[in-house]
C-alpha cells in the first residue's frame, strides 16, 4: 500500500446546484485523436458528468477512471474528465486503462482555477492542478449535482454520484 499524507484543502468557492456551469473549449482527447470542444456543445448533446481529477500518472486519478470505467455511467450519461495532463498523455492513459471515456486537456489550469477548484501542489512551484470534482451538468449545464474534495486524495462518493445520474 502506498504511503502518504493527507492534505486538508479546505473549503472552496465552486459552482452549486442549480447554477450553471461555467464554459469552457479545450482539447478534448478521445481513443482516436483529439479536438477542441466546449462544454457546452457537448452539453447540447445531452446531460455530461465532469470529473475533474489529479494529473494521469497519479494514482487517484487512476482509481478514478478504474471505477467509473467499471460502473459504466456511459449508458446514462457522457462522461468527460479535466486534469492538467497534456493531450499526449490523456491519449496514453486511455489506451494504457482501456478506458473509452473522453478527457479534456488543461496543462494551464485555467478551468479549475475558474470553477474555484485549483489547488496548488506541494513542492512545484507555479503548479496547480484542479482537486478531485464532479459536476452533473442539464443540457443547459445547470449543475444538478456536485461533489468537490476538501482533502487530498479524496475520492467522489460513487453511490451518490450515480443516483444523481439515474434520477436524471
Same mark, same amino acid.
Given at each position: 500500500?502506498?504511503?502518504?499524507?493527507?492534505?486538508?484543502?479546505?473549503?472552496?468557492?465552486?459552482p452549486?446546484?442549480?447554477d450553471?456551469?461555467?464554459?469552457?473549449t479545450?482539447?478534448?482527447?478521445?481513443? *482516436?485523436f483529439?479536438? %477542441?470542444?466546449s462544454?457546452s456543445?457537448?452539453? /447540447?448533446? @445531452?446531460p455530461?458528468?465532469?470529473?475533474?481529477?489529479?494529473?494521469?500518472?497519479?494514482?487517484?486519478a487512476?482509481?478514478?477512471?478504474?471505477?467509473?470505467?467499471?460502473?459504466e455511467?456511459?449508458e446514462?450519461v457522457r462522461v468527460v474528465?479535466?486534469?492538467i495532463?497534456?493531450?499526449?498523455?490523456h491519449a496514453?492513459?486511455?489506451?494504457?486503462?482501456?478506458i473509452?471515456? *473522453?478527457?479534456f486537456? %488543461?496543462p494551464?489550469?485555467g478551468?479549475?482555477? /475558474?470553477? @474555484?477548484?485549483?489547488h496548488?501542489l506541494?513542492?512545484?512551484?507555479?503548479i496547480?492542478?484542479?482537486r478531485?470534482a464532479?459536476?452533473l451538468?442539464?443540457?443547459d449545464r445547470?449543475?444538478?449535482?456536485?461533489w468537490v474534495?476538501e482533502?487530498?486524495?479524496?475520492?467522489?462518493?460513487y453511490?451518490?454520484v450515480?443516483?444523481?445520474i439515474?434520477?436524471?
Amino acid at each position: 500500500m502506498v504511503e502518504f499524507d493527507v492534505v486538508e484543502l479546505g473549503p472552496a468557492d465552486h459552482p452549486e446546484v442549480g447554477d450553471t456551469a461555467p464554459d469552457f473549449t479545450r482539447p478534448l482527447v478521445g481513443p *482516436e485523436f483529439w479536438e %477542441d470542444v466546449s462544454l457546452s456543445a457537448l452539453a /447540447e448533446e @445531452g446531460p455530461v458528468l465532469l470529473v475533474f481529477t489529479p494529473m494521469d500518472g497519479a494514482f487517484p486519478a487512476t482509481y478514478v477512471w478504474n471505477e467509473i470505467r467499471d460502473r459504466e455511467w456511459e449508458e446514462s450519461v457522457r462522461v468527460v474528465g479535466l486534469s492538467i495532463s497534456t493531450p499526449y498523455e490523456h491519449a496514453d492513459l486511455l489506451t494504457e486503462r482501456g478506458i473509452d471515456y *473522453e478527457l479534456f486537456s %488543461d496543462p494551464g489550469n485555467g478551468v479549475a482555477r /475558474e470553477y @474555484g477548484i485549483e489547488h496548488a501542489l506541494d513542492g512545484m512551484t507555479g503548479i496547480s492542478e484542479p482537486r478531485p470534482a464532479v459536476f452533473l451538468l442539464d443540457t443547459d449545464r445547470t449543475i444538478e449535482y456536485a461533489w468537490v474534495a476538501e482533502e487530498w486524495p479524496d475520492f467522489p462518493p460513487y453511490d451518490a454520484v450515480e443516483d444523481a445520474i439515474e434520477s436524471l
